[in-house]
């Protein structure tokens, strides 16, 4: 049986930058930072949310993580839009409805911003604005 998602790992090519932009962004707080060498990985850090964890597996070769995205839910979809925005951060797919997976999740908004080395970051929540 599966009780909660642990933890969503990510290669990032500038571990502080990495770390600031989540930090800063998202209000993830960095607990740890395993210097290495670790295997082919320069570093590894971990950053607390309030359900889980974002591991940053710091690497300067291999592939980028074009394409890989999680998903932060938010209770004011429409304020943490405007504030991602307002701080610069890039918008790869603006907001558009989102169908139901569950009750509760009606009239919910989702997009894509971008993240420093080419992650999706999912932002998914209520909306208070008229379609």
């Not at 607990?31 to 300067?60: C, D, F, N, R």
Request: proline share 8%; with cysteine.
């Amino acid at each position: 049986m599966i009780n909660r998602l642990d933890h969503v790992a990510i290669r990032v090519t500038n571990l502080d930058r990495s770390i600031d932009f989540y930090e800063r962004h998202f209000g993830l707080e960095p607990y740890a930072i395993h210097q290495g060498p670790i295997g082919p990985l320069k570093a590894i850090a971990y950053l607390k949310s309030p359900q889980g964890i974002v591991e940053l597996m710091h690497a300067t070769d291999g592939p980028p993580s074009e394409g890989f995205h999680f998903c932060f839910v938010s209770d004011d979809f429409d304020a943490a839009f405007d504030r991602l925005v307002e701080e610069g951060v890039p918008v790869k797919s603006e907001p558009r409805p989102t169908r139901a997976r569950e009750a509760g999740e009606e009239n919910w908004l989702r997009c894509v911003f971008s993240g420093p080395d080419g992650e999706e970051v999912e932002l998914r929540g209520p909306t208070s604005r008229q379609s």
